[in-house]
């Protein structure tokens, strides 16, 4: 068929569909919207919920509908397409709710693993000479300043940067040995 001839037969068929002409076809078309979405999804609801989307979108060109046999292929249509976009949400929602459970799982892996690390490195600390361990916890876990470890502990700063330093050193061996 010709473009012409059928934009001629569409032209035929657009005609002004009243409200009352539409109310009398719904009934019928919601029941093909409903078959027909019922082959695609596999939910009760979500075939409710695309046949009522296709009643909306249909009265929503109530004006452009044809008013006879057309309209049920029209339904038919529409009806097919709106439950391929549902599938198509559904399967990018899914597709996002799996990502999100391996970032849950990875998350839960990595906290896991940090907290061995952790007690790892608690365990190394305590090893180390008393002194520089309290220097090192005073340091980087209390954030203190140098002058006020020297304080607290009565001994001169640059002691206190010799021995911090000295426990970083051990620690790093300690972390070189194990290969973490």
């Not at 009398?24 to 979500?46: C, F, N, P, T, W």
């Not at 305590?126 to 309290?134: E, H, Q, S, V």
């Not at 009565?154 to 040995?177: D, F, H, N, P, Y």
């Amino acid at each position: 068929m010709s473009f012409l001839f059928k934009f001629a037969v569409l032209i035929r068929y657009i005609g002004e569909m009243t409200q009352k002409e539409f109310e009398h076809i719904a009934g019928q078309m919601h029941s093909k919207a409903l078959r027909v979405a019922r082959i695609y999804v596999a939910l009760e609801a979500d075939a409710e919920d695309v046949a009522g989307d296709v009643m909306l979108k249909l009265w929503a060109m109530h004006e452009k509908v044809p008013p006879d046999d057309k309209v049920e292929h029209l339904v038919g249509i529409l009806t097919r397409n709106r439950a391929i976009d549902l599938l198509r949400t559904q399967k990018q929602e899914r597709s996002l709710n799996e990502s999100y459970e391996f970032l849950e799982e990875r998350n839960q892996h990595d906290e896991l693993e940090y907290k061995e690390l952790e007690q790892w490195l608690e365990r190394e600390i305590d090893r180390l000479p008393p002194t520089n361990a309290i220097i090192l916890r005073m340091r980087q876990l209390e954030h203190r300043e140098l002058e006020e470890i020297a304080s607290l502990l009565g001994i001169t700063k640059s002691s206190v940067s010799t021995l911090l330093a000295r426990a970083r050193r051990q620690l790093l061996e300690r972390i070189k040995q194990t290969k973490l």
